[in-house]
Structure formats: structure tokens, C-alpha cells
């Protein structure tokens, strides 16, 4: 899976929108970038993942770059529950095959201030 | 509750006891994983299972490590005389297409 790069910490204030990058320069052409947020003392939570175009679902959205080098991840009005650190993971999706297992980094740490 | 679940949620054993974990993953998901996570760290693989068969175990897994998932349904992780290094959060992830994660079993050996 190719290395992800992302900032370790961001702070954003409540209502506004969070927008959280990654980097992924070394991203192959069938490498889909996923996004999961781990809220303290929590397991991970899927929110979101695409390949080339822009994606939108309840949560967020995943804007990715053309080049697919790089890609933001945005919160449209955080709230205090969307402090969590936030992790940006490429690879091939699950085909129902093999070991499609999750690398993480260290992930950013969003907090949402008042 | 249709999601993961993990018991116990935490453990606490003296060093050298053997200690095992369970998950039971989402019904209709072949797939299961277990993760390793220490503070700070995001979780790191450990090993998978497509039902009932162990196909991959990270090099983290040592010889004290054993995992089963015997019907395909739910597994267990079996810890064998914990050390202190043990200590951690124990993650279980099962998928069809997205992995959804329990909330964890928090080891920690005294």
C-alpha cells in the first residue's frame, strides 16, 4: 500500500468546516483512498473513500486532486463530536479475494474547539 | 446492536497469565481482522481470517500469539504468559467491502 502523509494535528472551531489533508504521491492507478476517524478510546470508523472523482456522503466529503497525489477530507460544520484523529489510507479495494488489510499512519488529530 | 463486538472491553492480568479475547463480527462478513493498537500509534495488523481460514499473520504475532475463528463466525485471540510489552488495545474489523471495527479490548498487564 502506498505511504500517506498527512499534517499530526489541526484545530478547527465549531460550525466550520474541517479540512483535513493527506498526501499519497507514490498512489498506484487502482489504489482507492479511505478515510477513517478514531474518536478516543474508540475503534476506527469508516467514513469515506473514492478513486478519482470527488465523493459525498452523510459524513464528509473527499475532494482528490486530478493527479490523484493528494486529497482533503471535509467535515462541512464540525461539532465537538468530530474531535478524533483522522486517518488517510490508500489501497485496492476488497474484491472478495485476498487480505485487504488497513495500514495505518499516525493519522491528524482534529480538535474542534467551542 | 448489529456491529462488531468485542469482550471483554478491558483486561487486566498479571504477567505470565494467558488471557483470550473475543469478536464477533458482523453476520453476513467473511472477512475478520485483528489490529494491535498502542498509544499513539494508529493499530497495526496482526492477522486475517476468511471464514474459518488463517491466511496471513503479521510478523507482530509471535509465538505466544494464537488466533482461531473456528465456524467462520466469531474468533478468538488467545495471549499466552503476558508480558508487560502485551499491553495494548486489541482490535477486531470485519469486512465485505469496508472494515467496521469493534471498540476494542484495552489489555494491560501489571
Known amino acids: 500500500d502506498a505511504k500517506t502523509t498527512q499534517p499530526p494535528s489541526m484545530d478547527c472551531a465549531e460550525g466550520r468546516a474541517a479540512n483535513l489533508p493527506c498526501n499519497h504521491s507514490?498512489?498506484?492507478?487502482?489504489?482507492?483512498v479511505y478515510w477513517y476517524r478514531q474518536i478516543h478510546s474508540q475503534g476506527p470508523q469508516y467514513i469515506i473513500h473514492g478513486l478519482k472523482n470527488n465523493e459525498t456522503n452523510e459524513m464528509a466529503s473527499l475532494i482528490i486532486t486530478e493527479d490523484r497525489k493528494s486529497s482533503t477530507l471535509i467535515l462541512p460544520h464540525a461539532t465537538l463530536r468530530d474531535t478524533a484523529v483522522y486517518y488517510c489510507?490508500?489501497?485496492?479495494?476488497?474484491?472478495?479475494?485476498?487480505?485487504?488489510?488497513?495500514?495505518f499512519g499516525k493519522g491528524t488529530l482534529l480538535t474542534v474547539n467551542p | 446492536d448489529t456491529g462488531v463486538s468485542q469482550d471483554p472491553r478491558h483486561k487486566i492480568t498479571k504477567r505470565g497469565q494467558n488471557v483470550t479475547f473475543r469478536c464477533d463480527p458482523i453476520?453476513?462478513?467473511?472477512?475478520l481482522y485483528w489490529y494491535r493498537q498502542t498509544l499513539g500509534q494508529g493499530p497495526e495488523f496482526l492477522t486475517y481470517f476468511q471464514n474459518e481460514a488463517q491466511l496471513e499473520k503479521s510478523r507482530l504475532l509471535s509465538d505466544r500469539f494464537s488466533a482461531e475463528r473456528p465456524k467462520g463466525s466469531f474468533s478468538t485471540l488467545e495471549i499466552q504468559r503476558t508480558e508487560q510489552g502485551d499491553s495494548a488495545m486489541y482490535l477486531c474489523?470485519?469486512?465485505?467491502?469496508?472494515?467496521?471495527f469493534g471498540q476494542g479490548t484495552r489489555l494491560t498487564v501489571v
Open positions: 489510507i490508500v489501497r485496492v479495494p476488497d474484491s472478495g479475494g485476498s487480505n485487504y488489510k488497513l495500514t
Open positions: 474489523a470485519s469486512s465485505l467491502e469496508e472494515a467496521f
Open positions: 453476520s453476513e462478513h467473511n472477512r
Open positions: 507514490t498512489i498506484s492507478g487502482n489504489e482507492y
